[in-house]
C-alpha cells in the first residue's frame, strides 16, 4: 500500500514538472516568435470550422443537384411533358464569406480578431457609461450638500 502511494507521489510530481516544463516552453516560444499561442490555436479551429462549413454546404448542393436531376430523369422516363424547358444543371459555388446579414444590420464576421474587437468596443462603451453614472451621481451629491448648507444658513437666519 505505502508503495502505491509513494508511486501515485511520484507520478503526481512528475506531472507536476512536466506541467511546468510546458508553460515554460510556451512562454520561450511565445516571447521569441512574437505570437500568441492560443489566439494562433482560435484561428485554426476557426478555419477548420469554415472548411467544415463549406464542405458540408458543397455536399449538400450536390445531393440537391442529384435530386434535381434524378427527378428530371424520371419524368422524361415516364413520358413527362415535352413543353417543359430545359434545365441545365450549374455547380454551385458555395460563398467564402465568413459573415451574414440579419434584417437591415450591419454584416457580421466570425473572425476570431473581429470578435475580439467588437468586445472590446463594447467593454469600452459600458465603462464610458459607468463614468457618466458616476459624475451624474457625484453632481447629485454635490447637489445635495449644497442645499443643505442653504438650509443650514437659512436655519440659522431664523434662529436670530
Known sequence: MKEMKLEMEAMKADKAM????????????????????????????????????????????????????????????????????????????????????LGNSTPLSYKYEDIVRRVQVAQRKKKSKEHKVLLLRWKEEEKVVVEEEKEEEEDDEMDY
Open 18 to 101: 512536466k506541467d511546468e516544463q510546458l508553460t515554460m516552453l510556451y512562454t520561450v516560444m511565445e516571447s521569441h516568435l512574437g505570437i500568441d499561442v492560443h489566439s494562433v490555436c482560435n484561428n485554426i479551429e476557426i478555419k477548420k470550422a469554415e472548411e467544415r462549413r463549406i464542405k458540408r454546404e458543397r455536399r449538400l448542393a450536390e445531393e440537391a443537384t442529384q435530386r434535381k436531376k434524378d427527378v428530371i430523369v424520371e419524368t422524361q422516363e415516364a413520358g413527362g411533358s415535352s413543353s417543359q424547358a430545359d434545365v441545365d444543371m450549374v455547380d454551385v459555388e458555395a460563398d467564402h464569406d465568413q459573415s451574414f446579414v
